[in-house]
């Protein structure tokens, strides 16, 4: 039973990073654009969807607590400025879909909140996942750091590269989504956006030898990882060839391709601690009446009907905006 | 008093909540308003129901939004500042706020998205079914979240091992007759917060002289349904009453501000607490009146606060006056209720402008009362987070700084403000526009998930039909 509430939060939070992942993305690339058209096409790209992608993050924090409530307890309060960051990132990018096309004179407020609130949103989640594979400090299962236990050099290189990895992403979607300059504009960024990732991963990856992290050891044990780094390298030289041929489609779905390989060498590199590596998934799963519980309901039942709901939801608004599409 | 992380965490958590409950609380009464208003529709015919509906539904979308945008935040706060809560109850109250978060999710965004989108494709009476879904996701997100406060208040069905609180028995925590008082007890005040906005809106289009048939639907319907549910929200409040009397005594007696051991009791009306002095300055107090209302009974001995040793004593002052101005507002609300359906009732409503103004000024009631009511409830819990088992100095996270607690509570209180300075100046202007013009078609890029985008019509198509 806790096998499927992990299945369930893997899956929530793989797509919350692939979904939410694109459209930080475009508020990151929306700051440095001045192009007024170019920036209604950006937020055309992604404003039917947002909201539902940001669901996820919700999914993610209830099924943490009601399924493994020491990792919601340890991890949300061991990280408790970083995460008041994030959310108050999210709420300000969030309303700014709203809020920018009822004025002329504050747009400047909510234009600067679009973009300064994923920036952060997104440099918090990397930095996170760096804090993670560091890994932090906990001793006999409770967090010891105090309010910067999860800083480190090593966790804004994490921060730094997931800003750039959902830059990458978000341009690939404007890529798809959109005609004309934007377009243009994204297939010249994906090339540096792709470089700057490359370079972050090998700086990553040195530093990560250099201060021989635990995880490293368990890539040594299961060499058989290796097939993930392998299914992203074959999806970059993909992504360079469909950047090259203009073929609007296969850009995001190799960037999603390179996210999945790196969200599955991650997880099975932590396997089975859920805070590496302090907290498995049997230490922290709860009882299995809750797990049993919630199975019967929101697990067998809501949980596809969701996930059914998203395909939907992506398929309703497929294809490229125009540029008469209606103001927001 | 120091600012402590606990007391900030304390703050911040009231305020986040009070925040985030006025939205919630008011967009589930407009679910069901909305269900009526197409139910009617349907059945008459009559345009001037479905020109008020589409009104109230960008109402609806934009308050919708708000609530989710501030609901966000709940779903960490639990987390990041009540971490010893979270880890020792997890396995019950996180189990059932992932049942409010997936049922919210499943009803009332699938089913929001016909309402935006729908009525050209699909058949009325779906469309109907539509409304009456999203009516019934709201309000089983709020009964998820009244059996998890109410699993606190009065905590059953579970077991201890190793200081974690373990579900033994979810029948009994779901089926808990404090869960059927109390969650009756909150949806009655959403559908009355619903009830009387509407009336307000209406009052103060007939004030204004202007779109009379509209206004009038809503002061009329809105003021019936008033005077049918604040009766019935008096009864369920005195049922709410009796649980606290039996399972909570210390908080029944800070409410009653009764010191003291008295037999027949008698009832303060109002007065002055004072902990130090343990007595209630400037009291007017009527005798056995506190008998009767205690236990239904001239002699009965009811228990005062210093039977309690003084670790397990509630704080008097916010239970004593929180729970006289919701009560209050409550009489306040029945008299304009009564007085306002009878006239409207012998057609003479729309000339008696004096009660059209208080109509119109009561809005804010049904939210300071729910407001106080909340107040009243998690205050008098006090010193206890989940009652008689753990201690709110216990469930706090225990090595959070109060320079963490100050810079968040700090920055909620920024950005919420901000934000929804914003959102309610923007649900005033559509207001204060009324239900202008002919039909308007929902915008194409209005999505379920989106809800904010009902509103985002463009205005010319307002001011074509004008």
Excluded at chain 2, 276 to 283: K, L, Q, W
Excluded at chain 2, 310 to 330: A, K, N
Excluded at chain 2, 423 to 452: E, T
């Amino acid at each position: 039973m806790a096998l499927y509430w992990v299945f369930v939060l893997a899956v929530a939070v793989l797509l919350y990073v692939l979904l939410d992942g694109f459209d930080l993305g475009i508020g990151i690339l929306f700051g440095p654009t001045r192009d007024e058209s170019q920036r209604r096409a950006m937020l055309h790209a992604v404003s039917p969807i947002w909201d539902g992608n940001e669901t996820w993050l919700v999914v993610v924090g209830v099924v943490l607590w009601g399924a493994f409530p020491i990792v919601y307890a340890t991890l949300l309060s061991a990280l408790y400025l970083p995460l008041l960051v994030m959310l108050a990132g999210l709420i300000l990018r969030g309303v700014a879909f709203e809020f920018r096309y009822k004025t002329q004179r504050l747009r400047w407020i909510w234009d600067a909140g679009f973009a300064v609130g994923s920036l952060l949103a997104a440099f918090i989640q990397g930095m996170t996942v760096g804090a993670l594979v560091q890994g932090l400090p906990i001793a006999s299962g409770r967090y010891v750091g105090g309010e910067f236990g999860w800083f480190s050099p090593f966790a804004v290189l994490c921060g730094v590269g997931l800003c750039l990895g959902y830059a990458l992403l978000g341009a690939c979607w404007l890529v798809q989504k959109c005609e004309g300059d934007t377009r243009d504009l994204a297939y010249r960024l994906i090339p540096r956006l792709s470089v700057g990732l490359m370079i972050f991963l090998i700086a990553v990856l040195t530093y990560a030898l250099y201060k021989d992290f635990p995880v490293m050891g368990r890539w040594l044990d299961r060499p058989w990882l290796f097939v993930f780094p392998a299914i992203g390298i074959v999806a970059a030289i993909a992504l360079i060839a469909s950047v090259r041929r203009r073929n609007d489609g296969t850009p995001f779905t190799m960037v999603v391709v390179i996210f999945a390989a790196a969200f599955g060498t991650l997880a099975i590199s932590f396997w089975p601690y859920m805070i590496p590596f302090a907290i498995t998934i049997d230490q922290a799963a709860a009882t299995h009446s809750s797990l049993a519980f919630m199975f019967w309901g929101e697990g067998l039942f809501i949980f596809p009907l969701m996930l059914l709901y998203t395909v939907v939801n992506l398929r309703v608004f497929r294809g490229k905006i125009t540029a008469n599409s209606p103001d927001y | 008093m120091t600012l402590t992380a606990l007391l900030l965490s304390r703050l911040q958590f009231a305020f986040t909540i009070s925040f985030h409950i006025i939205f919630p609380s008011f967009s589930i009464g407009v679910a069901a308003w909305l269900t009526v208003l197409e139910a009617l529709y349907l059945a008459t015919g009559r345009p001037a129901y479905r020109l008020v509906f589409e009104f109230w539904l960008k109402i609806f979308g934009l308050v919708f939004g708000l609530g989710v945008v501030s609901g966000i935040v709940m779903a960490f706060q639990f987390g990041t500042n009540w971490s010893e809560l979270s880890r020792t109850t997890g396995s019950i109250q996180g189990v059932l706020l992932s049942y409010e978060t997936f049922t919210a999710f499943a009803l009332e965004a699938s089913f929001f998205g016909i309402l935006v989108f729908g009525r050209p494709r699909v058949a009325p009476w779906f469309y109907l079914f539509s409304t009456a879904m999203v009516t019934l996701g709201t309000s089983l997100s709020s009964f998820w979240i009244m059996v998890n406060n109410s699993w606190m208040q009065v905590p059953v069905g579970y077991v201890v091992k190793d200081g974690i609180y373990i579900p033994s028995d979810w029948a009994a925590i779901i089926f808990s007759p404090v869960v059927w008082v109390r969650f009756p007890h909150m949806l009655i005040a959403s559908y009355l917060t619903g009830a009387f906005c509407v009336a307000a809106t209406g009052a103060w289009y007939l004030l204004r002289r202007e779109f009379a048939v509209e206004g009038q639907i809503m002061l009329r319907m809105g003021l019936y349904l008033a005077a049918i549910l604040v009766p019935t929200q008096l009864f369920f409040g005195h049922l709410t009453g009796d649980y606290v009397h039996h399972y909570q005594p210390a908080k029944f007696a800070a409410i009653e501000g009764r010191w003291h051991d008295e037999q027949p009791a008698s009832e303060v009306l109002i007065g002055i607490p004072d902990s130090v002095s343990e007595a209630d300055h400037y009291a007017i107090s009527i005798p056995i009146l506190g008998s009767l209302i205690g236990s239904l009974s001239f002699h009965s001995k009811e228990v005062g606060l210093t039977d309690f040793p003084p670790q397990d004593r509630p704080p008097v002052v916010i239970p004593f006056f929180s729970f006289r101005i919701m009560v209050g507002c409550g009489l306040v609300m029945l008299m304009l209720a009564c007085a306002g359906s009878y006239l409207s009732f012998k057609e003479r409503l729309e000339r008696n402008r004096l009660l059209l103004w208080l109509i119109f000024l009561s809005f804010p009631l049904p939210f300071i009362a729910i407001l106080t009511g909340w107040f009243t409830a998690e205050v008098g819990r006090q010193p206890w987070t989940v009652y008689g088992l753990l201690r709110t100095t216990d469930a706090v996270t225990p090595f959070l700084t109060s320079r963490a607690a100050l810079v968040s509570l700090v920055v909620f209180g920024a950005v919420y403000s901000f934000i929804f300075a914003f959102g309610i100046y923007y649900i005033y202007q559509l207001l204060r526009a009324g239900p202008v013009g002919r039909l308007v078609l929902p915008p194409p890029a209005a999505v379920p998930n989106r809800p904010m985008s009902v509103v985002d019509t463009n205005p010319r198509h307002l001011a074509a039909g004008e």
